[in-house]
């Protein structure tokens, strides 16, 4: 798949932001952190047309994000922004490096098959992973469900074949019901909204962009930072 064939992504969306606010008290600047690094990635590849520059692009992140446990971070604002608020919580920089590897899985391939899916999601959903742990989640929160399952459908949202598309939503559905059906912990919340999220625009029909803010969905977010569900 070539980098231009992905069209925009979620960040600036305040349904994500709202979500994200339910992060405990002292841990935002970490979840924003992850977070702009999951947006510069997709960036990266919105602005790459070359699959072998959006290679090269890419391996720099991996070497950086790999450095940061043994070098002082470069004049980078996303990674000074990791060293800063993410590393001192437990996570190191090697743990991040799925999360490029996932998204290399759009440069790699000229379509989008099951397994490259799979592959995509599994890296990506790292990122709720790394999220939990600078947050405190339980051990128990589905973190790598949800994490796979909002990678699939926001992915499904921006791909312009339709076959891949409809193909990331049917693999995404079984791990977002897992997601949505526990019960999380009051530190997971934040990820656990977004799996609503997810799960929400999963219902959504296929290319119907999500009614964001929608009092339905501002109210389903809430009741889950109430209750965990």
Do not use: K
């Not at 960040?11 to 977070?35: D, K, M, V």
């Not at 990266?44 to 994000?65: I, V």
């Not at 391939?109 to 890296?123: H, K």
């Amino acid at each position: 798949m070539g980098a231009g064939e992905m069209t925009g992504a979620s960040a600036g969306n305040p349904e994500r932001a709202l979500a994200l606010s339910y992060a405990p008290r002292g841990t935002a600047a970490a979840i924003e952190a992850l977070f702009a690094l999951d947006d510069a990635l997709a960036q990266l590849l919105r602005t790459t047309r070359e699959p072998a520059l959006g290679q090269l692009r890419l391996a720099w992140w991996r070497e950086a994000l790999a450095e940061l446990d043994s070098e002082p971070a470069p004049a980078e604002p996303v990674l000074q922004a990791l060293e800063r608020e993410v590393l001192p919580r437990g996570v190191q920089g090697a743990a991040l490096l799925p999360i490029v590897h996932g998204w290399e899985v759009l440069v790699e391939e000229e379509t989008l098959g099951r397994d490259a899916l799979l592959r995509f999601g599994a890296g990506r959903g790292q990122l709720f992973v790394a999220a939990g742990m600078a947050i405190g989640a339980a051990p128990d929160d589905p973190l790598a469900s949800a994490g796979q399952g909002w990678a699939l459908i926001d992915l499904a949202r921006h791909l312009r074949a339709p076959g891949e598309a409809a193909e990331a939503r049917d693999l995404a559905a079984p791990l977002l019901e897992e997601a949505v059906s526990r019960r999380w912990s009051r530190n997971g919340r934040a990820l656990g909204a977004l799996a609503h999220l997810a799960r929400l625009d999963l219902r959504l029909p296929e290319g119907e962009e999500p009614p964001v803010g929608a009092p339905h969905r501002v109210g389903r977010l809430l009741w889950h930072r109430l209750t965990g569900s």
